[in-house]
């Protein structure tokens, strides 16, 4: 079992809607998760982080997480074309201070 | 945050040469690593680069191949070593500070291609 698994994707939605993107995790002591985006060609970017179960709001991203569970997601609201990228999972691994990233989810924000 | 600097940018290097990539950050930062991203994967940790001393690596990845050096709180290099054409792919630095657990930092990337 990868210690992070995401939906390689693609992923479409079209403009305006809400897109979904799920990761699960193996590592029951995990406690920061990170969502990353990624433009093509480019170096992964820190969208948002949680800690807490729940949900965490910054402007149309909300992350949720449910350590129960063990997943964590990220809505992305009133999707734009611009949100088009990889998303990708990362879960600090217990114990250290290094981060395991998912293969990432391929987004696509239909115009 | 941290801002990094990466450089080279992309390389093409012919196989059984080296070549060093490094990295800058403009604050001190307690933490770096090196990732490896291949062609449609995702980030593979190499390595973490320890300041003052030996790096610790990751399963499947060794000093003799990725030697890496971090001689102060701002600066670390990698070498990928005696390439081959599968060592094509983008080598990225990363930064955090110890403590905040408020995300790494990337460098903008090295895209590697061994011919």
């Known amino acids: 079992q990868k210690e992070v698994e995401q939906n390689s994707g693609p992923l479409s939605v079209p403009e305006g809607a809400i897109a979904s993107l799920n990761c699960t995790y193996s590592?029951?002591?995990?406690?920061?998760f990170f969502w990353y985006r990624q433009y093509s060609g480019k170096s992964p970017e820190l969208i948002m982080f949680?800690?807490?179960?729940g949900d965490k709001e910054d402007g149309r991203f909300t992350a949720q997480l449910n350590k129960a569970s063990q997943y964590v997601s990220l809505l992305i609201r009133d999707s734009q074309p611009s949100d088009s990228a990889t998303y990708l999972c990362?879960?600090?691994?217990?114990?250290?201070?290094?981060?395991?990233f998912g293969t990432g989810t391929r987004l696509k924000v239909l115009a | 945050s941290a801002v990094i600097s990466q450089k080279p940018s992309r390389d093409i290097c012919q196989r059984g040469t080296s070549l060093t990539i490094q990295c800058q950050v403009d604050?001190?930062?307690?933490?770096m690593f090196w990732y490896r991203q291949q062609p449609g994967q995702s980030l593979t940790l190499i390595a973490t680069?320890?300041?003052?001393?030996?790096?610790?690596?990751e399963s499947g990845f060794v000093i003799d191949k990725f030697p890496i050096s971090r001689p102060n709180l701002t600066f670390s290099t990698l070498t990928v070593s005696n390439m081959s054409p599968e060592d094509s792919s983008i080598y990225l630095c990363?930064?955090?500070?110890?403590?905040?657990?408020?995300?790494?930092?990337f460098g903008s990337g090295t895209r590697l291609t061994v011919v």
């Open positions: 990362a879960v600090l691994r217990s114990g250290t201070y290094k981060y395991i």
């Open positions: 604050s001190q930062v307690t933490m």
């Open positions: 590592d029951r002591g995990s406690q920061s």
């Open positions: 680069a320890n300041q003052g001393s030996e790096a610790t690596y």
């Open positions: 949680i800690y807490s179960n």
């Open positions: 990363s930064a955090t500070q110890q403590g905040t657990g408020d995300g790494y930092t």
